[in-house]
């Protein structure tokens, strides 16, 4: 589940420094390159299995190859990562920018009542001007 930010204090934790480049996109699927730190990087294929689900298959790939990659997508974001946990679930929080926060939260027991962190707002969940997607094409 996807939210902006409220306002409310994020919590205090080390943020990570994500470049990301969008090598292929269909409908359906994704193929990016994922650079964290300038320290890793990662090889990430994403395809929507149905309206709810999607799959995903990420490997680490050496460095240099993950900065050629990055230079040769079309598409390229950069973002500052908060990740961290609340009642259980993984928090990450997603610092653009343009100012923009956007919290996700990744739902471990989808049969537990669902608790909210103080700092999520609006829920954006499925809408497509809130992907990293749409803020990589922005970019271009």
Excluded: W
């Excluded at 994020?10 to 990301?20: E, G």
């Excluded at 730190?37 to 309206?51: G, Q, T």
């Excluded at 973002?79 to 990450?92: A, L, P, V």
């Amino acid at each position: 589940m996807k939210f902006l930010h409220n306002g409310n204090p994020l919590p205090d934790c080390k943020p990570m420094h994500i470049m990301q480049g969008y090598l292929m996109l269909s409908k359906r699927q994704q193929l990016r390159v994922r650079i964290i730190d300038n320290h890793s990087a990662f090889l990430c294929y994403k395809i929507d299995v149905d309206h709810n689900k999607k799959d995903e298959y990420e490997y680490q790939i050496p460095l240099k190859d993950g900065i050629a990659l990055y230079n040769l997508a079309e598409y390229q974001l950069q973002k500052q990562r908060k990740s961290t946990y609340f009642e259980g679930n993984k928090i990450d929080i997603d610092l653009y920018h343009n100012g923009l926060i956007i919290i996700e939260v990744e739902i471990t027991d989808p049969e537990a009542p669902l608790v909210l962190p103080p700092y999520c707002g609006r829920n954006v969940t499925g809408d497509d001007r809130y992907t990293n997607i749409a803020f990589a094409k922005l970019n271009q």
